[in-house]
């Protein structure tokens, strides 16, 4: 009986940790769904939907293609681009732990993600956002994710009379913004930025669309069509 005890004693801590080294392990997987919160990181920079790039290149298709190559991406760095690189598991793992490390003269700014579990998932997303395959258990809530990234900004010709600019007037260390609905809205310098779309969702030549910026409604953005209409349009009082 003493021998059939002691053989229990031992049996149980074995099966223990087998379970809690299958539970680890699943819970380690890598996981698309994970992944597209970690790819909030991303998103300041990097859309999903194709051909829309923002400070850096849009990520659809980044699956299989050769670093610095997407055609309507104009400002990659000459060391990415002669770099040889093509996007896998593998590479995209050492690049966003360390872009610099992979690609020493790289100009994105991006220091990495150290942690290797969100690493692995955020790439699970990518791959999902590039394949649509592997994943059918997360399809659902994947899919949605990479719509919402998809989406992208507000078409800026669009917008209602409240957002868009008619006069821009700059007095005393204010702006004070004209819009179409007969408002005006005035803030300090420093909290108006201007910013250039030349997208097919900018606004249309001289009629510039200002955007709320910050939690307190003090901030905004000016979108115009092109550099040259800002300084054209902004009066001195």
């Known amino acids: ?6 053989c229990f004693q031992f049996a149980v801590p074995t099966v ?16 698309p769904e994970r992944g597209a919160t970690v790819f909030r990181t991303c998103a300041a920079c990097h ?13 659809t298709g980044v699956w299989g293609r050769k670093a610095g190559s997407l055609a309507s991406f104009e400002r990659y760095s000459p060391a990415l681009k002669a770099s040889g690189i093509s996007w896998d598991a593998k590479t995209l793992d050492t690049w966003i732990k360390s872009p610099k490390a992979l690609v020493p003269n790289t100009t994105m700014t991006f220091p ?22 592997g994943y059918s258990g997360h399809s659902d809530k994947v899919r949605q994710a990479i719509e919402a990234y998809s989406a992208g900004f507000d078409d800026l010709k669009k917008l209602g009379s409240d ?10 260390a204010a702006y004070e913004v004209a819009t179409a609905d007969g408002q005006t809205h005035e803030f300090w310098e420093a909290n108006l930025r201007f910013k250039t779309d030349s997208s097919d969702t900018g606004p249309l030549p001289g009629k510039p669309a200002i955007m ?9 953005s000016v979108f115009f069509a092109s550099p040259g209409e800002i300084s054209a349009f902004v009066k001195h009082c």
């Open 1 to 6: 009986m003493r021998g059939v005890f002691h």
């Open 16 to 31: 223990l940790v087998a379970l809690l080294s299958l539970t680890a392990s699943a819970q380690s997987a890598d996981d």
């Open 47 to 59: 859309s999903l939907r194709a051909d829309r790039n923002m400070t850096g290149p849009s990520l």
């Open 112 to 133: 990495g993600i150290e942690d290797t579990g969100q690493r692995a998932d955020l790439i699970a997303f990518l791959r999902e956002a590039a394949t649509g395959s």
């Open 163 to 172: 957002q868009q600019v008619t006069a821009i007037q700059y007095c005393h």
């Open 212 to 220: 709320p910026a910050g939690m307190g409604g003090d901030r905004a």
